[in-house]
Each structure stands twice: as C-alpha cells, then as structure tokens.
C-alpha cells in the first residue's frame, strides 16, 4: 500500500477556498471536535470510520482530507479508507495542531482535553498510584509495569487501547456521534454540492 498523502495547512486553506473543496473529515473524537475544528469539517471519529466505512466511503465522492490533532489517527484512517479502495485521500500534515499553530481560522465551542493528554493523564495515574501503593503492597508494582507494557505495545502497533476505551466515555462522545447521523450529514452535503438541495 502506498504511503500517506499529505498536504500541508497552506495548500488545504487555498482548497478550501476554490470552487471544488475537498471533503475534510476530522476523525478525532467528537469532544475534540466539539474544542475546535477547522469550518465545514465533519466529525467522523476514528472508531465509527472503522466500523461503518463502507457505508461511508459511499458518499466521499470527492478529494478527502483527514484530520486529528497531530496525523496519528489520520493515518490511521487514512489505512482504512485505502484498504476499502478509496484513492482520494490525503492528510493534513500536523493535524490541527499545525493548522491553529500558523494562525487558521477554527471554530471552538467547549474545552476540552484531546484523547493523547487523556491517556497521558490516566497511565500516569495509575503508574504513580500503583508505584505509591507498592509501599504496602509490593505487588502493585506490576500494574506499573503492565501500563508500561501496554504503552510500548501501543507505540510498536501504533494503536492505543487505552485511547480507544476513553474515547467511548460519555465526556468524548457528543450528541451527534452516532453513524445514522454522520452519513445523514454526508449525504446532505453530497445533494448540495451536486445541486439538489
């Protein structure tokens, strides 16, 4: 398989501005999402894109660029689509770190975490509690080493266990992240774009 096509925020930006713009997914959770993402994105979480991609990928009828926050997850996604067939696709290099980073517009709504400082947060947790708590009971200690397993697993595979267990928690999810309403959203969009709204 070909290796991830990137385009950079400059080049996206004049996209965005021409008369035939990509389609820009943003595959972060919707809590991320709902912080701050780039005008006419559509939030298509990771996990959902994974398990509804055909149903998907049926309505990406143009250029495709996928977002996260720094390109992880975006490439990611960008293995997904192209294990479908889907050619299209591009990343935007640095995610939307590197697009709030050279001044581009974002909408923001409610702050919140993104999913990489959460696992950071609660392996951290559960390191240092467990490493405290091996005081009295030295066998806590191996939890510590398992989270530290799990971490190493994680950047070997590029996958994150823990990061997609939070990302199911109610705090990451938002109201409309659910597949019924991503394709409904995808769907409109296509009509309006070929005219038949």
């Not at 490493?131 to 996958?159: E, M, Q, Y």
Request: aromatic letters at 4%.
């Amino acid at each position: 398989m070909p290796a991830p096509m990137a385009i950079d925020c400059q080049d996206l930006r004049q996209l965005l501005e021409s008369a035939s713009p990509p389609r820009v997914l943003d595959v972060r959770t919707p809590g991320e999402f709902e912080t701050a993402h780039i005008a006419g994105a559509y939030n298509v979480p990771l996990d959902l894109l994974r398990e509804h991609r055909d149903e998907i990928i049926r309505h990406l009828d143009q250029d495709v660029v996928l977002v996260c926050r720094s390109g992880q997850r975006a490439a990611q996604a960008d293995e997904t689509l192209r294990n479908a067939g889907l050619t299209n696709v591009h990343i935007l290099a640095g995610g939307i770190t590197a697009w709030e980073a050279k001044g581009f517009a974002v909408n923001r709504g409610v702050e919140r975490w993104d999913l990489e400082r959460q696992v950071r947060l609660v392996a951290g947790g559960i390191v240092l509690s467990s490493i405290l708590g091996s005081i009295a009971a030295p066998r806590l200690k191996w939890v510590a080493g398992a989270i530290g397993g799990g971490l190493t697993i994680a950047a070997l595979s590029n996958t994150c266990a823990m990061g997609m267990l939070l990302s199911k928690l109610p705090y990451n999810r938002g109201a409309s992240c659910d597949p019924q309403t991503i394709v409904s959203q995808l769907v409109d969009s296509t009509e309006k774009r070929g005219g038949r709204s």
